[in-house]
Nanobody
Framework: QVQLVESGGGLVQAGGSLRLSCAAS????????MGWFRQAPGKEREFVAAIDWSSGTPYYAGSVKGRFTISRDNAKNTADLQMNSLKPEDTAVYLC????????????????WGQGTQVSVSS
């Protein structure tokens, strides 16, 4: 049974940084894609970033490219999201997700989801 647990959310001022971590368990993740999504109140869940677990190749949404960095640690089975230069519009619940296969930005393509962690950015 795959389990994903997020940590690292919080409140930060605009321009600040946060690091989110997703602890994955239940299997080995070679051949999987691990993604970060976010959902703000009243809005649809949207893709933020993802990483091909086997190769470590990252992918980003245009809105976060250059500010966010996704990485994975094979030994710890974690997928982290380093968020810099945060903006108020980054405020949302951030969720970790996993799927078998290559990276896709579509929410419905991901099989496993964590509970989410709140990120709030004040202006």
């Amino acid at each position: 049974q795959v389990q994903l647990v997020e940590s690292g959310g919080g409140l930060v001022q605009a321009g600040g940084s946060l690091r989110l971590s997703c602890a994955a368990s239940g299997r080995t993740f070679n051949g999987y894609a691990m993604g970060w999504f976010r959902q703000a109140p009243g809005k649809e869940r949207e893709f933020v970033a993802a990483i091909d677990w086997s190769s470590g190749t990252p992918y980003y949404a245009g809105s976060v490219k250059g500010r966010f960095t996704i990485s994975r640690d094979n030994a710890k089975n974690t997928a982290d999201l380093q968020m810099n230069s945060l903006k108020p519009e980054d405020t949302a619940v951030y969720l970790c997700a996993a799927r078998r296969g290559w990276v896709i930005a579509t929410v419905t393509s991901y099989e496993y989801w964590g509970q989410g962690t709140q990120v709030s950015v004040s202006s």
